[in-house]
T-cell receptor, first 117, second 115 residues
Framework: AAGVIQSPRHLIKEKRETATLKCYPIPRHDTVYWYQQGPGQDPQFLISFYEKMQSDKGSIPDRFSAQQFSDYHSELNMSSLELGDSALYFC????????????????FGEGSRLTVL | AQKVTQAQTEISVVEKEDVTLDCVYETRDTTYYLFWYKQPPSGELVFLIRRNSFDEQNEISGRYSWNFQKSTSSFNFTITASQVVDSAVYFCALSEVTGANNLFFGTGTRLTVIP
């Protein structure tokens, strides 16, 4: 079965550069979540989208932005990268129900590892 | 606000021993989901189980079993006859149906199984 696809799997950037991560949800899933996991940390929720609209916002820095496109894929844009942005970035998807995102069935991608030098 | 506590930061056991990973949660929602994820050294998050707050039945899947006690807000995970391949970080997580629309993770327990 198709899973959540994240690209790139690994990315190396310099400080102050920009990076873009992409997430392709499971077909027919309309909700996408982004999580950031620093070294030795638990995954922290950044932001989510339901039906192409932002549905919830967590600890996402102002330097980061994200959107969900008409085909439901999502992109996380990170600018003015800092050393502390080095982390594993997970995308997850689910299928909304009752007009709301449904976190009862959440599927994670394999993550994109960003290293900022 | 929701909170997930995994008091055990690291556990080491010898192969074939049983081990229980504790998880205590807090939520104001009456309907919620509880999860366990495994994160091996390769980094991906592997889904293990999802439990609905209305379903307090314990579950067993092979060497894995889960004990959901709503009265104590706990959702503990036991691995029987541990194996080296069980070495990983295990995360307990909570999502609220009517509250925050995201998955909230505990800080994880690093399990090391010694051969």
């Amino acid at each position: 079965a198709a899973g959540v696809i994240q690209s790139p799997r690994h990315l190396i950037k310099e400080k102050r550069e920009t990076a873009t991560l992409k997430c392709y949800p499971i077909p027919r899933h309309d909700t996408v979540y982004w999580y950031q996991q620093g070294p030795g940390q638990d995954p922290q929720f950044l932001i989510s989208f339901y039906e192409k609209m932002q549905s919830d916002k967590g600890s996402i820095p102002d330097r980061f932005s994200a959107q969900q496109f008409s085909d439901y894929h999502s992109e996380l844009n990170m600018s003015s990268l800092e050393l502390g942005d080095s982390a594993l970035y997970f995308c997850a998807s689910s299928s909304g129900e009752g007009g709301r995102p449904n976190t009862g069935e959440l599927f994670f991608g394999e993550g994109s590892r960003l290293t900022v030098l | 606000a929701q909170k997930v506590t995994q008091a055990q930061t690291e556990i080491s056991v010898v192969e074939k021993e049983d081990v229980t990973l504790d998880c205590v949660y807090e939520t104001r929602d009456t309907t919620y989901y509880l999860f366990w994820y495994k994160q091996p050294p390769s980094g991906e998050l592997v889904f293990l189980i999802r439990r609905n707050s209305f379903d307090e039945q314990n579950e067993i899947s092979g060497r894995y079993s889960w004990n959901f006690q709503k009265s104590t807000s706990s959702f503990n995970f036991t691995i029987t006859a541990s194996q080296v391949v069980d070495s990983a970080v295990y995360f307990c997580a909570l999502s609220e149906v009517t509250g925050a629309n995201n998955l909230f993770f505990g800080t994880g327990t690093r399990l090391t199984v010694i051969p």
